[in-house]
């Protein structure tokens, strides 16, 4: 076994040599020590990727959740009244052209292929996901990636508000039937699917929490009631199998630090924290701790914000069943989705937009999942 100890002759050497160094090289020779050793002693408070990075390990899976900006289908609804549904309603070339970019935008990642699981918000109808699921297919069709196809959709829509609510779409195996709404009634976008990859099961909630336009700024009263409602469906998933693999995640219009993260989900940075915890679970908040460029999945009032997470329990930060790279969690942000000079997000647009139609006025969140057995 090798002998680990420090010699006393090596720490007088040290000393000498940096008494022959000027003051300032000093200083910041212990600044850097000093900030290795907070990196290696406290290593749960984790830093997410701060690229794009658009391929992973082999065998890894790209989960990504997108807002996916007023994405209705190209049938005019009497009932609802909308003026984007109306739009697009009358406008078949503009649904068709916004499935065109989403798709376009999706296949910009993971090496060409697209995530293997898409969890998407502010969707119409399954009407929506069965055109981009084609769109997708035609794609990778000539691109030679036949073989990575979509298949299942999970979905179960919204009839409350503006009408859209999440869905899912993977080219993974799901169970189908125990796809389900959760929350009240007037917390209807959120929406529970399955999906098993050799034997396992990951359970994904995806939400579209009320806005900040309808709930006001500091009040938010709509979006802790939403948080109550996704928390309270993990913990009652937690409570049959602590070590369950559930990501939670979705446009929550809140940031990490505010009451419906902190309180309402219990969300943490800290990862140990995290794994340690049981009564109350504590979710890890993947994009706590971003700090890369674009720095916020939205831009609005002349500032970034992040409303977009991805939240995990202690299941996914384990080597058993599904797992997840806290580190590889991203916001996905190339040029072609950003524009002007603060390269912010190029939204599609509303009717009377004029000029180029880009993607969103979100950017996607991404992160690495990886299967025992794969």
Known sequence: MADNRINPKDIQAVLQLLSKLPKGVVIALIVIVGIGYLVVRFGGQFKPHSGPGTKGPPGSILFCSWNAENFFDDTDNSNIRDEMEDWYGQNPDMFQLKVDHLATGLLMMNDGAGPEIIALMEVESKRCFEALRDALNTKLDAAGLGDKKYQNILFTGDNTGRHFAPGILTRLPVIADRTKKLGKHGNGRIVEGHIEVNGYDLTVIAAHWTSRVTDKDGDGDRRISYAHDCYGRVKAILMENPDADVILCGDFNDEFQDKSMQEGLNASADAEAVKGSADPPKMLALLANWSGDPKGSIYGKSHWSIFDHLCVTRGLLDDKGWSADPTSATIFAPKEFR????????RFGEPKA?????????????????????
């Open 339 to 346: 524009t002007g000079r603060a390269g912010t997000p190029f």
């Open 354 to 374: 004029t000029g180029p139609r880009g993607y969103s006025d979100h950017f996607p969140v991404t992160v690495r999942l990886n299967v025992a057995g794969s």
